[in-house]
């Protein structure tokens, strides 16, 4: 029954239309079974193109179904844990209830947890199968204490477990905890025999990787990493392209985010379920140790993966997930302790508080995921789609970068069949001429070369007699095509010849096609990604005129990000470093300060705030700027070598040569190198060190030999070394 609650619920609530970030490109993977951002999600696909079949809503409705569906599922399967733990503790049939109630409540309408299953995403999959995978885990310990666990389930775990990995590749990092929690607390199948063929089911479930190669060379029309070769494959079910924040280990940013998820847990379950959690956390230590052992394996292993960079409610579901299991568990737990005390009280009134407790949560949870994060009424992310292929003219060539433009142009032209007149190429292919060519036959790619500087662009306008080209201009780092060859063009940018003139106004494009999408975000007040989007925009727009040294237009533009998004610090930072061009240094070092304020995890905001200090003759604030930026990176060659440059020159030779060593170590270009090596020499002679300076000053003289500095070191090391 609360199943079905949750399913009316949901239903009401989904988006008919698309929705923002990967919930378009799952959409679009369930439709045509194409490959997604690492690792590929074949689970999810091959399930969700089943519901494409329904003969009833939009595409991506049904892709949402079944989001849908896992949610229902999750909650059924949560709820049946909670009523077998009630029934082994021999309770009635109503108080059994009550533990299930609680934690369906407390999950089932959860912002996090609602605002993904009411459009396609992998999260409501992934929590379905963990609770799957414990709930054949309580069934095993159950058989257990009868005299034995039946093997076969601790087999069907196995194979749900790797399954769940094609769903969401994080299931793999949950695993360890999973499989303690199915084989440790039975001492029957703690044996290697058993634990072989457990494995052995994981794998078998796991093979739907397999999927990706085979599709993947049959060119579909979305085709993330193209993962048909061996090595590709690997680089993308393992996500090496996110190795760098996997792996690494920024301890400020760590325990930033922890106080983070700390805060999430009552804004997400509410209050009232925290202590609950932690009763049923010590009511499954009591049972068996090993359950603290693999609820501790469980969170470790899902934190490994988020904690480093990600401070959003979402990225936490499966904890989330676990804290409403234990919170129904407390709950049980708690009835049966009262069941216990009738001599001194009457144990009726405590039952009949857990069950107002449960009927208030739930009215509470699923009002205010009703009320405030329906995604009924949602048509913004469709709307944007439609308005960037509308404002293009026939037979455009479109090269898109960004997620919310990339994966809606893709969902409109395969799925809707929309503007398929227009060329749509995504950034990632053009490094890869043989694979556009293929792609793309009908593009002329004679004389294309991607190593080129500016071989993009030369490109480009090769192609415009047929295909007016046009950018999705971003935080280059390429030289794919020059500043001066793009012009605004609604929320993107026309490719032409460089001009030095100042650019044509795009205001009337972006008023007729795109304005409605602005205006419209209040209505959509649970939708932070509309706000970053269209906020992104306008500070892409700024970053534009700030390289064409046009500091006016610049300005406005960044003003109008922040009327967008007030609370974004890097906007701060961005309008910092406009006031800085304009000679405003007081102005922007106060923005510096509050982007710091506002996302004092960001590196580049205390690094640009150190970089105003400067230009405000304020090195004391420069110099712990920059030591807080490297406490989150180390490894940063510019702000490593600046800091290493305040230091020399107050004399502070020992800790400069170190960062200078740095510097050294995260240098990625010819240019950061000499500067590093320019620090390290200073720092080296400053600390009498002439030997090792010697060589480094030698190698920088010969690479820029006119510098005066260089060579007065240089003389003095040698005289020195006399």
Sequence with gaps: MIALLCLAFYLASTSPLIYWRDSVEFAMIGHNLDIGHPAGSPTFSMFAKLLDFFPFGAVCFRATLFSVFCAVGAMTVLAFILFRLAQAFKLDTVKSFLGSLTAVSALAFSPAFFDWTVAPEVYSAQVLAVFVVLALAFELNIGEHRGGADRRLLFLAG????LGCGVHMGTGLLAPGLAWALIMPNRSLRKLREMSIFGLFVLIGFSVYIYLPIRSATQPVFDQGNPQSWPLFLMHITGSRYSEIIHSFPWPRIFHNLRALAEHFSGQLTLPVIPLAVFGLLFAAKRSPHYIIAIFLFVLGHLYLYVKDWEKAFGYIP???LAALLAGMGVVAAIHFLRGKRRFFDARIGVAACALFAALLFSFQAERAIMERSHAAHDLAHNHMRALLDSLPHDALY????DANSYTIFYAQSVERYREDVVHI???????????AQRYPFIDWTNYDPGKPY???EFLL???????PFWDYGW????????EGIFPYGFIWRVDEKSAGAPATDDHVYEKYFSYNEAQMEHHPYDFTAREVYARRFSLLAKYFYDRRMFGDADRAINHALEIRPDFGQFYAQLGIVQSAQKMKDQAWLNGVLATQLEPMNEQNWNYRALFALRNDDSDDAAASYEKSLTFNRWQSGPAASLAEILVSRGQYAPAQSRARDARKGAKTD????????????ALVGLNRCAEALPILESIRSRNSGNETTAKLLDFCRQKLK
């Design 476 to 483: 280059e780092t390429r030289p794919d095509v020059p500043t």
């Design 462 to 468: 090769a192609n415009r007699e047929k295909h007016e």
């Design 426 to 436: 995504q950034r990632a292919f053009l490094p890869l001429p043989e694979y556009v």
């Design 159 to 162: 194979l749900i477990l790797g």
């Design 319 to 321: 904890v989330f997930a």
């Design 399 to 402: 090269v898109s970068h960004q």
């Design 455 to 457: 071989g993009v662009y």
């Design 671 to 682: 240019d950061e190198m000499l500067r590093a090596d320019n620090a390290l020499a200073r």
